[in-house]
Each structure stands twice: as C-alpha cells, then as structure tokens.
C-alpha cells in the first residue's frame, strides 16, 4: 500500500509535465548550449534539468510562465556542475564610466573604418553566433536571454539571480565585446579598411 502511495503523485502530475514543460525541450538545450558552448554537456545539462523539474513538478505554478522556471533550473544546474572551475568575471557597476568610454571608442573607429552601417548592410549571422559563443560566459548568459531568448530584463535577472542593474551591466559590456568582435571580423574580411574608407563592392 505504501508503495502504490508514493508513486502517485508523479502519475497525476505527469500528463500535465508532458503537455507543459516538453515542448520547451528545444529552447533549454540552446539555452544550455549558450553557456556550455558545447553538445555533450549541453545534453547532459538539458536531461538533468528536466529530471529536476519532473521531480519538483509539484512546486510548478499553474498559469506561470514554464520556460522562465526551466531556464531557472537549468542555470542552477550549469552553475553546480561547473562550480569546480567556474572563473569569475569582474563585471560590476563600477567601471560604468570606462565601459561607456570604450563603448563610444568602438563607434568612433567604426565611423573611421567606414563601418558604421556595417550591420544594416551585411549578414552578420553566422559571425555573430560565433562572437556570442566566444563571449565570457557571465555576460553570454545575458545576452543570449535578453537579446536571443526575448526575455525582459527582470526576467532574465530572475533567472541569473542578480539584480536588473546587473542585468544591464552585463548587457551594456556584452554588447560592446560584441561589437568589438564584429567589426574585427568585417576588417579580416576585408570588408572595411582603417583607411576611414569603405571597401568597394560592399553594399
């Protein structure tokens, strides 16, 4: 009798984890691969994660937003299984006057590179995935949930567990790193030159 008892709950749950949590199966392994930056860790993350939420399946609030709770659970996990060898990045509120100085330092040689509409006129995709993939995790993991995933600052913040105005701190500097990275593909392409001049044929 005990048995039947404690398999119970999981039975009436599992329909609805099926229904609910599942179809975001492909939206928390890109999650996961965003930080791993690499597939068989990404999938061992995914399946734990998911074994985690059937297990807490319970704590699940009807009518919340599913993947903003896996996403949760997934950094949690990353988090755990790289705490041997995470490596801190420095990303605080406090250089904020640096960071904006070496923002406007990248537009102003974009503008001298003639590369200031570079991304309205090429297709910058497969370069951009690179650069986010080579970005220090802390401030991939914001970029890839805002300006990937869509999700709201205080979303994203929920999920990371740190304030909104780390959120866009990290944002701010990740988005300048990925710039930087950017307009340095367009130059080893040869699709601007420090000249100050656009390369022609560049439409």
Known sequence: MQTTQQSQPHRVDGKRFELEALPWLDDVYRFALSMTRDEADADDIVQETFLRAYRSWHT??????????LFTIC?????????????????GGDDAQLETLAAVRVSVAAI????EDLFSRLDLAPALERAIGELPEVFRSAVVLVDVEGMAYNEAASILGVPVGTIRSRLFRGRRLLQEALIEYARDAGLVVTSGVPCTGVS
């Open 75 to 91: 950094r949690n996990v990353f988090l755990r299984v790289r705490e041997r060898e995470r490596k801190r990045v420095d990303c």
């Open 112 to 115: 001298g590179d003639g590369a």
């Open 60 to 69: 699940f609030e009807p009518g919340s937003e599913c993947r903003k709770w």
